[in-house]
C-alpha cells in the first residue's frame, strides 16, 4: 500500500498508544510536526489547511501533555481529527461574509469563520479584472490585501482657513464651490476651474484633464479640498489637487492619506476606496499570532489596530507605531524560528571526534605557509566543537579571500583520520572542482593511503559514480567534495560526522538540512563571505555559533577601485581593452534591476549585444544572467574560467566565490544601486591572481550621498567596515533582506525595517529569546498560530541558515 501522510502518522500514532512516553518518533511527536506538515501540504493542498494545522496543533501539545491519561485522551482526538480526513467543503465565493454594513459598530464574526487565504475575488467589487490587476502587485488573497502597504503618505491633516493660507503648505480646506466652469485650451487640454469659499476668503482651484469634474463639482456644494498651496500670477491657488464632498467619513482629504502603489487600471482613489472597506471589515478577522504576553511587555499595538492605523492613520504617532508593530512581527517570527532550529539541532547528542594533535600538527606543518591569527583562532573553535558530545553549528564568517577553505579542510581532516567522514558541499560545480583540487593537495601529506578523497557532482555518472557511492556506503572515502549531487537521495554514508557548506546563502535550509540528515547529527559548519556588522550578527545568525576570520593572509595586492563618472565611460572601455590586450579578463556587471529578473535579463541581454556589436566587436563575450539554467551557467563560467572568453557581462548572480585568477578588471554599471557589501563581493572577483588588479565604478548618479557611499568603497578594501557603513547608511534592512529573501515575510520585514531602526531589532531579538525560553516546543495551544508561521519558514527554506 502506498504510505501517505495520513497512514504514515497513523503508524506512528499506533506505535505511541503502546506507551505513551511520546518516543515513537526521535525528539518526540511535537518535533515531527514540520516534517509532516510539510508532507501533508504536498499531498493534499492548500484546501486542507485548516486540517493540518489542527494536526500539527495537537501534536505539539501532545508532547506538552503532563501525564499518561491526558496522553490516552489526546491520542483518541487526535486520531478521530486524522481519519476525517482533509476533504472538507470550502465556502463558496457568494457564501462569504459581506462586508458589514456599518463595520464601525462592533459584531459579532459571522458563524462560519471567513477565510483569510481566500481569493480576493471574494470580495465585493473586486472582478476578474481587478483581481488581475491587483495580482499583478502580488497581492492574492484577502490576507495579502490586509498586508498590502501604502508606499507612503500624504498629510493632509491640517485644516485651515481659506485666509490663513500660505505659499507651499500641505493643507486641507473645507468650502463651498461659489462657481464651476470648464474651459478648452489651445492645446486641446481641458482645464475644469472652480472657485471657493469659507466666508474668510476664497480661492481659485485648477484641475487638468478631468472633464468628468463637472459632472461632480456643482455650483453651491461643500467640499474637502487638500493640496499643496500653489501661487499663480500673486494669487493663491491650488492645482489638481485632492478633493472629495463633504461628508462623515473623509478618505481622500484632510487627514493623513495613504498611498498605494499602482498599476495600469487601478486609480489611486478606487483603491482607497476599496482598501478602506477591506481592511475596516477584515482587519477585525485577522488572529493575532503574537503571544500576548509580548505585545504587552512591548507596548505594542493589537494586530487589529495595528493593520487599521497602517492604512489609514489618525496621527503620525499612530503610524509609527503601527509600522513598527508590523515590523516587529516580522523580526519576531524570523528570531522565534531561528532559535526553534537551534534548538532542534542541540537536543540530540551528536558524535564527539577523537582530535589527534599529530594530525593537526602534520596539517599545519605541510601548508605551503603559515596561518593567519584569525584563522588559527577559528580553527580552535571548529577543533573544540568537534570534540564536543553537543553537535557543532558553526558559522564560519570571512571576506572574500581570507583562507576559509584551509580552515575547513583542516576540520575535514581531523574527521577522517579519526575514522568518521567529511562532506564538503559548494553551491556549483566549478566551485566543487576548485574545492576539491585545493582539498586533495591540502589532504595529500596528512591522510593515510587509506582514506580517499574524492568529488561527486552532477557530471560525475557511471561507473566513477558507483564506485563514490559504494567508498561512501562502506567508508573508505573519508572526504567527499560535491554540489547537490551529494544531497541525492541514492548517497548513503558509513559514518558522515562533518558537513562542511560552502557559500551558504546559495542553498535553502532543506538542502542544508538534507546534508545534516545524511548522517546521525554531524558537525555542521557552514561558510559564507558576506560580512555582517557585529551588531546585527545575532539577528540574522543567531541560531549559529560564529567564528570570524578578520584578517587578510600577507603579501595581498589590494583591487585599486575607481569612481568613473559616466561621461568618462570610453575611457573605461579603452582601458578595459587595454588590460585584455595584456592578457588579462574582465567582468563588466549590469545595473541592478528591481522589479524582476525578467526584466534584468532583458536588460542584461540588451547591454551584452550592444558591447558585443559596437564596443567590443573584435573580443570574445559571454553572458550570465539570473534567467539561464544553471546548465548554462556553469557552461559559461567555465569558459571564462579556461580563458575563452575575453569579457564576462553579467547581473549580480556572479557574486558567489569563483577564482579566475587570470580576471583583472572588474567594472560595474549603474553601482549606486548596489549594497557597499555587495561591491565588495564583486570586486572580490579579481585580485586573485599575481597581476594588479582594478575595480571601476560606474555611477549614474551624482547625489551626494551615492558618491559619498562609492567613496567608502574606493577608499577601504575592508568588507566588515563597509558592512558597517551600509547599515549606518541604508539601515538594517539591507542585511535582513539579503540574508532572509526568499519569504514573503521577510520581503515585508525589510519594507518595514527601512523605517525601522537598529533599536527595534534588538528589541524583537531580546523579546523572542525570552519568549522562546518559556515554551522552545510552542506547544501552548495559545501559541498555535505562531507555531503555525514558525513552521512555514523552516519549511519554506527561505534563507535561515
Ligand atoms: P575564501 O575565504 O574567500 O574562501 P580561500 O579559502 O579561497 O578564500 O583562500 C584564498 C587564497 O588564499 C587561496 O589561494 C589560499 O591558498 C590562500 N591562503 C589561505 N590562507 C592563507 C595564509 N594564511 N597565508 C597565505 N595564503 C593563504
Ligand atoms: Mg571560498
Not at 509609527?320 to 532559535?339: G, P, S
Not at 574527521?415 to 556549483?428: E, K, V
Not at 568613473?564 to 570610453?570: A, G, S, V
Not at 548572480?653 to 555587495?678: K, S, T
Request: glycine share 6%.
Amino acid at each position: 500500500m502506498m504510505t501517505t501522510p495520513v497512514t504514515k502518522l497513523t503508524k506512528i500514532l499506533d506505535l505511541e498508544a503502546e506507551k505513551y512516553r511520546d518516543q515513537a518518533v526521535v525528539g518526540g511527536l511535537a518535533s515531527y510536526v514540520p516534517t509532516w506538515t510539510q508532507e501533508a501540504r504536498r499531498a493534499f493542498g492548500p484546501k486542507a489547511g485548516d486540517w493540518i494545522d489542527e494536526i500539527a496543533g495537537r501534536l505539539r501539545t501532545y508532547s506538552a501533555l503532563p501525564d499518561t491519561a491526558a496522553r490516552r485522551e489526546a491520542l483518541v482526538t487526535l486520531r478521530d481529527v486524522l481519519n476525517r480526513g482533509p476533504a472538507r467543503a470550502e465556502p463558496a465565493p457568494d457564501q462569504a461574509p459581506k462586508p458589514a454594513v456599518k463595520p464601525s459598530e462592533p459584531s459579532p464574526p459571522p458563524r462560519q469563520p471567513p477565510d483569510l487565504e481566500s481569493p480576493i475575488t471574494v470580495v465585493r467589487g473586486i472582478g476578474p479584472k481587478r483581481s488581475q490587476r491587483l495580482q499583478r502587485l502580488g497581492v492574492h488573497t484577502i490576507r495579502d490585501l490586509l498586508y498590502f502597504l501604502p508606499r507612503r503618505y500624504d498629510d493632509y491633516s491640517q485644516l485651515l482657513p481659506i485666509n490663513r493660507l500660505k505659499y507651499g503648505q500641505e493643507v486641507t480646506i473645507i468650502a463651498r464651490v461659489k462657481k464651476a466652469y470648464t474651459r478648452d485650451t489651445r492645446g486641446g487640454r481641458s482645464i475644469f476651474k472652480a472657485i471657493l469659499t469659507d466666508g474668510t476668503g476664497s480661492v481659485e482651484v485648477t484641475w487638468f484633464n478631468q472633464p468628468y469634474l463637472a459632472n461632480q463639482i456643482k455650483q453651491g456644494q461643500q467640499i474637502v479640498v487638500s493640496g499643496e498651496v500653489d501661487e499663480y500670477l500673486g494669487h493663491l491657488c491650488f492645482t489638481s489637487p485632492q478633493w472629495e464632498p463633504l461628508r462623515e467619513e473623509l478618505l481622500h482629504t484632510n487627514r493623513i492619506v495613504p498611498v498605494y502603489p499602482l498599476t495600469e487600471g487601478l486609480t489611486a482613489r478606487s483603491l482607497r476606496r476599496l482598501m478602506k472597506r477591506v481592511v475596516t471589515y477584515w482587519s477585525r478577522l485577522l488572529p493575532d499570532y503574537l503571544p500576548r504576553s509580548v505585545v504587552r511587555a512591548e507596548g505594542l499595538l493589537d494586530l487589529e489596530t495595528a493593520i487599521l492605523q497602517a492604512h489609514f492613520p489618525s496621527s503620525q504617532e499612530l503610524l509609527k507605531r503601527a509600522r513598527q508593530r508590523l515590523a516587529f512581527d516580522e523580526l519576531f517570527v524570523l528570531q522565534v524560528a531561528l532559535l526553534r532550529q537551534r534548538h532542534e539541532w542541540r537536543s540530540e547528542p551528536g558524535q564527539p571526534i577523537p582530535v589527534r594533535e599529530d594530525v593537526l600538527q602534520s596539517f599545519v606543518h605541510s601548508l605551503p605557509y603559515e596561518l593567519t591569527e584569525a584563522q588559527q583562532r577559528s580553527l580552535e573553535q571548529i577543533v573544540e566543537d568537534l570534540q564536543s558530545e553537543r553537535p557543532m553549528t558553526r558559522l564560519l564568517q570571512g571576506d572574500v579571500g581570507s583562507g576559509k577553505t584551509v580552515v575547513a579542510a583542516a576540520a575535514m581532516a581531523l574527521t577522517a583520520s579519526a575514522g568518521s567522514q567529511a562532506a564538503m558541499m559548494a553551491p556549483t560545480e566549478i566551485l566543487a572542482e576548485q574545492h576539491y583540487r585545493t582539498v586533495t593537495s591540502l589532504l595529500d601529506d596528512t591522510l593515510g593511503d587509506d582514506i580517499q578523497v574524492r568529488l561527486l557532482t552532477g557530471s560525475v555518472t557511471g561507473e566513477d559514480r558507483d564506485q563514490i557511492y559504494a567508498g561512501l556506503e562502506n567508508g573508505t572515502v573519508g572526504v567527499v567534495v560535491g554540489t547537490h549531487a551529494l544531497i541525492q537521495e541514492s548517497v548513503t554514508f558509513d559514518r558522515l560526522a562533518l558537513a562542511v557548506v560552502d557559500e551558504q546563502h546559495r542553498f535553502g535550509v532543506r538542502q542544508r538540512g538534507a546534508l545534516r540528515q545524511k548522517g546521525y547529527n554531524p558537525h555542521l559548519l557552514v561558510m559564507t563571505a558576506t560580512p555582517i556588522p557585529r551588531s546585527l550578527q545575532l539577528t540574522v545568525w543567531g541560531h549559529l555559533d560564529v567564528s570570524v576570520i578578520d584578517q587578510m593572509p600577507p603579501g595581498r595586492k589590494p583591487v585599486v577601485t575607481r569612481l568613473i563618472l559616466p561621461t568618462e565611460r570610453e575611457r573605461a572601455y579603452a582601458f578595459v581593452r587595454s588590460q585584455i590586450e595584456k592578457g588579462r579578463q574582465a567582468f563588466i556587471i549590469c545595473p541592478l534591476v528591481e522589479e524582476s529578473d525578467k526584466l534584468e535579463a532583458k536588460a542584461a541581454v540588451e547591454e551584452y549585444e550592444r558591447l558585443q556589436q559596437t564596443i567590443f566587436p573584435h573580443l570574445e563575450l559571454g553572458l550570465l544572467h539570473g534567467r539561464m539554467t544553471g546548465e548554462e551557467k556553469e557552461s559559461t563560467m567555465a569558459r571564462f574560467a579556461r580563458g575563452e572568453l575575453d569579457i564576462l557581462v553579467a547581473t549580480s548572480v556572479i557574486e558567489v566565490g569563483i577564482d579566475v585568477p587570470n580576471a583583472g578588471v572588474m567594472l560595474v554599471e549603474g553601482a549606486e544601486r548596489f549594497g557597499l557589501a555587495q561591491l565588495h563581493q564583486f570586486r572580490g572577483r579579481v585580485g586573485r591572481g599575481e597581476h594588479a588588479s582594478y575595480c571601476l565604478l560606474i555611477s549614474d548618479s551624482s547625489s551626494e550621498q551615492a558618491q559619498q557611499r562609492l567613496k567608502a568603497v574606493e577608499e577601504t578594501n575592508d568588507g566588515f567596515a563597509l558592512a558597517r557603513k551600509d547599515l549606518e547608511m541604508r539601515g538594517p534592512g539591507e542585511f535582513l533582506g539579503t540574508q532572509q529573501s526568499g519569504f514573503a515575510q521577510a520581503v515585508l520585514a525589510m519594507e518595514l525595517a527601512r523605517i525601522a531602526d537598529l533599536r527595534l531589532v534588538e528589541r524583537a531579538r531580546e523579546a523572542a529569546r525570552r519568549f522562546f525560553e518559556t515554551d522552545p516546543k510552542l506547544a501552548d495551544p495559545a501559541h498555535r498560530l505562531l507555531a503555525r508561521r514558525v513552521d512555514r519558514i523552516l519549511e519554506q527554506g527561505g534563507q535561515i541558515n
